[in-house]
Each structure stands twice: as C-alpha cells, then as structure tokens.
T-cell receptor, first 109, second 112 residues
Framework: SQQGEEDPQALSIQEGENATMNCSYK?????LQWYRQNSGRGLVHLILIRSNEREKHSGRLRVTLDTSKKSSSLLITASRAADTASYFCATDLGNDMRFGAGTRLTVKP | NAGVMQNPRHLVRRRGQEARLRCSPMKGHSHVYWYRQLPEEGLKFMVYLQKENIIDESGMPKERFSAEFPKEGPSILRIQQVVRGDSAAYFC??????????FGSGTRLTVV
C-alpha cells in the first residue's frame, strides 16, 4: 500500500519563487528520500535524510524531517523553469521503498 | 558505470501475449526493485529481489506476474497473458542497500 502522501498534488509558481512540498507517512522509517521525475523519464534521486536527521541541504534543495509528526518537506529555492517536474517522497521501510503519488510542480518563466 | 539499464524502452503486446521486461542493475548492486506506474500516479512497489531470492513480493499481483533475478544475467519481470490494465510504465531500481536507489528509465508497456 502507499506510504507517503505528498501535498499539494499540484503547485504552480513563477520563476525565482520558492516551492515547498510536504510529505506525510504512516509507519517508522529508516530514511526518507525525495525524487524528481521529468515527464516520461525515470526517477532521479535528489536527497536522502536519515531518521536521526532533522534537516539537510543540497544546493537549492532543503529537506526537513519531523519523525514525531511523521512528515517531511522539500523546499526548492529560487526556482527555475527547469525545475518543472513531478516530485516524489519515498520512505525506506528496510526491505523496500514506498512512494507517494507525487507533487506536480510547474515553474513558469 | 552505465547505471540501471532497462529494456526494451517501449513494448507493445496484444492481449493474451507475454511481456518480458529486463533490468540490469548497476555494477556492484545486488538488490533489485520493480515498480509500476500508472498514468498520473506515483510508483507502486511490486517486488524486491536479491540474487536468486525473492525478498518481498507483497506488491505483485497473485496471478500472471512473476519476477526473477538469476545468479547470472538481468532481472526479469514477466507478465503472462497480458490485459489492457497491465499497460503502464515499469521501473526497475537497484541499490547497494540502505542508500538512495538508482532507477532505470523504465519500460513502457502498451497492451492493444
């Protein structure tokens, strides 16, 4: 069954603005990962945050994890048109990964 | 390192035929995962395999679907007697376990 639930389902912003996507999950996890998928392509791993970490940065990406609330957020700062894609959170349960339905981000030039 | 290789990229099958999807994991990765993605939806876990072992097949339909990861060669996802509802993108991922997965580009199956 699905584990992660992303919010919002779709997000449209102007280039240069920040984009925030949220993910909630239900069970204990080893780590949580964020992926990007361009239309018709495979997933690209963006960032992994372990269950004992609270925040992680990678370039223009900032991920937070709140295990008490079973939630994570992905912030993309200074967005670009090339950031237009679907973003998925995935929870690592130990034996396998579970993905949410994704947030479809559109960045308008 | 060529990454995770899936083939074919596109596969068209008539109802009732068999579909065989192949996945070669990254060099050094012994864990393979198969996911299915329906249009406008997220990935759904199907099966997790290690060499010659099925670890978790809780996401696999009980009938017509099977997967293997032999000692030599790629992992195979096999769908027998395909139906229109099997049309989807099938993604394979490999991992050295505990780290971020590397995904292939997927096989897009169309059943006509």
């Amino acid at each position: 069954s699905q584990q992660g639930e992303e919010d919002p389902q779709a997000l449209s912003i102007q280039e240069g603005e920040n984009a925030t996507m949220n993910c909630s999950y239900k069970t204990s996890i080893n780590n949580l990962q964020w992926y990007r998928q361009n239309s018709g392509r495979g997933l690209v791993h963006l960032i992994l945050i372990r269950s004992n970490e609270r925040e992680k940065h990678s370039g223009r990406l900032r991920v937070t994890l709140d295990t008490s609330k079973k939630s994570s957020s992905l912030l993309i700062t200074a967005s670009r048109a090339a950031d237009t894609a679907s973003y998925f959170c995935a929870t690592d349960l130990g034996n396998d990964m579970r993905f949410g339905a994704g947030t479809r981000l559109t960045v308008k030039p | 390192n060529a990454g995770v290789m899936q083939n074919p990229r596109h596969l068209v099958r008539r109802r009732g035929q068999e579909a065989r999807l192949r996945c070669s994991p990254m060099k050094g990765h012994s864990h393979v995962y198969w996911y299915r993605q329906l249009p406008e939806e997220g990935l759904k876990f199907m099966v997790y395999l290690q060499k010659e072992n099925i670890i978790d097949e809780s996401g696999m339909p009980k009938e017509r679907f099977s997967a293997e990861f032999p000692k030599e060669g790629p992992s195979i996802l096999r769908i027998q007697q395909v139906v229109r509802g099997d049309s989807a993108a099938y993604f394979c991922a490999s991992s050295p376990y505990g780290e971020g997965y590397t995904f292939g580009s997927g096989t897009r199956l169309t059943v006509v």
